[in-house]
């Protein structure tokens, strides 16, 4: 059938917003046809995904609208009349991802790379940080949590912040919902009893998360996830077409991420990003979220950060921040509360 409706409809999206491939000007011609779906679709979605073409808007408002960005989050100051805010954090993954990974992955030497990061990464991170008097969160998987309990009670004896991030690092997406929040629930357990103190936020394993992910972490009564990238600044989530969760997000981003340029993968593309280069990408997001007053928001990983050769990153970029002047430095938890009542 010919949806003549639909194709007026879309004219008339197009003129006011802009579909993909049409320009302001190309606006004027909105007679001639354009690419759109022309047909009724044959069967439930999930029996065409390999057809995105024929996807209809309900269809694709509803995914888009799943889990979405909200109201910005962004404080006129921060705590102490701060003008912006430091929120490091740090993936403790070490070997647990790549105890995840299969039997293939199982190899001594393949664990050991990872081991490195609770033998030199940790200590070295966390002397930086106690030189310099900041704290940060830590995400930690709970099978990791199990195997580092000394390290544990060692970042939240020094004042940092405990988060979770799964059960044993394997993407949400690849759970069912019964079994995403089952581990999501004994993983909150095992953080609490390990660490002795309450666990209120979240981060997913590689950033996979399910559809459900973020309803979970609602029925959980966490304060917030810091998983997405909608934003630069801090928002609140909404789900299922716009239904508030409550949780604040405390956004992350690939390009704030150290293992993007520094990790090694023999079978992927190396040589890896200096770090030279890797400070400058850094130093650049601090100075921008610092001019507009908002948070700088960065994610390490022990095993990834905590090399000789790259370890003064981390002390280069908190010198620089208390050099600008009025740098808060908080916890995630911190930052998502304050934003919560603040902005
Ligand atoms: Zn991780």
Known sequence: MIRRSFLRAMGATAAAGGIAGMSQAAAGERDRPFVGYFEEPDGPLEDRLDRPWEMTEDEWNSILGRVRAGRRLKPSSWPGGARFAVALSFDTDHDIATLAGGAASHAPGRLAMGDRGRRVGVPRVLDVLARHDVPASFYIPAVGALVDR??????????????????????????????????????????????????????????????????????????????????????????????????????????????????????????????????????????????EGDVFELLMHPHVIGYRSRVWIIDQIIRDAKAMGGAWFGTHAQVARWVRDNA
């Open 150 to 291: 000394e390290d544990v009670r060692r970042m939240v004896g020094e004042g940092h912040e405990i988060g979770l991030h799964g059960w044993i690092h394997y993407p949400n997406n690849r759970l069912d919902r019964a079994t995403e929040r089952e581990k999501l629930l004994r993983a909150r357990e095992v953080l609490e009893k390990v660490s002795g103190t309450e666990v209120v936020g979240h981060r997913s394993a590689n950033f996979d998360m399910s559809p459900y992910t973020i309803e979970l972490v609602m029925e959980m009564g966490l304060e917030y996830d810091s998983s997405m990238m909608a934003d630069d600044s801090c928002y609140e989530l909404l789900i299922d077409g716009g239904k508030e969760t409550g949780v604040i997000e405390v956004p992350v981003e690939w390009v704030r991420d150290d293992a993007v340029y520094l990790s090694f993968n023999r079978a992927g593309a190396r040589p890896y990003t200096s770090p030279e280069d890797v400070y400058n990408i850094f130093r650049r997001e601090l100075e921008e979220a610092a001019a």
